[in-house]
């Protein structure tokens, strides 16, 4: 089978539709999808959808870092209490965003509600799934104190260079998140790729967001995995079925199932 290991499926872009999304990619073998949290907005909505799908759909809670503001402490109260008394699967998604302007001026508030929730993470021993946005330098600072043998996790939706792509294979236990962009006609990801071995990569959407190349422009959902699963093949001229197990293999080792 295949493992998305991000999706939003519970945003509102699905009410329509999220019972044949669902069973969508379930038909294309995408059988596990992994549901991070965005902020205390979203966790109704995420724990009902993980509840009406709970073979296929799986939660993870966390406070998005562009949803840092002057009420992050509030907020990290919520995630926590979540956390502690809930079957999480994982904390996330978390980390650093300074696409936007508004973000930049949390950033102190960012690094924080990071640092605390990687620390929760370890303290429940459970992976974290790490957002990085023009921000690498900072997550990395953050990390080499932080990092120690209980911390694994994904960085999702990597878009970094050969030498941030090393540096992350470093810690020992963290995993690159690969979705939509690689199939991009302008990505440099395929000649980064070539030189991470596959034991390091697992697949997601990031649905309904950066859909892959032939659905660019849409709404994207899990079941369209299998367009970057068969550009990976490409990039480590393997077969499809060899990207499905080992990718899932990488999954697996990452949410334990």
């Not at 440099?188 to 649905?207: G, H, Q, R």
């Amino acid at each position: 089978m295949f493992v998305d290991t991000h999706t939003h499926l519970y945003l509102e872009q699905f009410d329509k539709d999220r019972e044949i999304v669902i069973k969508r990619a379930i038909d294309n073998n995408v059988k596990k999808m992994f549901l991070p949290n965005v902020d205390s907005s979203t966790i109704e909505r995420l724990k009902e959808t993980t509840s009406l799908y709970k073979n296929n759909c799986f939660p993870l809670m966390g406070l998005h870092p562009s949803s840092v503001d002057e009420n992050y402490q509030t907020e990290l109260e919520i995630i926590e209490t979540e956390l502690k008394s809930g079957k999480y699967y994982g904390v996330g998604e978390i980390g650093i965003d300074l696409y936007w302007e508004k973000n930049k001026n949390f950033l102190n508030e960012q690094k924080d509600t990071f640092i605390r929730q990687i620390r929760i993470a370890k303290e429940l021993k459970l992976p974290v799934v790490i957002h990085v946005r023009k921000a690498f330098n900072d997550i990395f600072n953050i990390l080499d104190k932080e990092n120690d043998y209980n911390l694994t996790g994904i960085f999702h939706c990597f878009s970094g260079n050969n030498n941030e792509a090393e540096k992350i294979i470093s810690y020992g236990d963290f995993k690159l998140g690969i979705g939509g962009v690689l199939t991009y006609k302008n990505s440099k990801l395929p000649e980064i790729l070539k030189n991470i071995a596959l034991k390091y990569i697992v697949l997601e959407t990031d649905s309904p967001f950066l859909p892959p190349v032939p659905h660019r422009g849409e709404r994207n959902e899990s079941s369209y995995i299998v367009y970057v699963a068969d550009v990976l093949a490409k990039v480590y001229n393997i077969s499809l079925n060899e990207i499905e197990k080992i990718t899932t293999e990488n999954a697996a080792e990452i949410f334990h199932f």
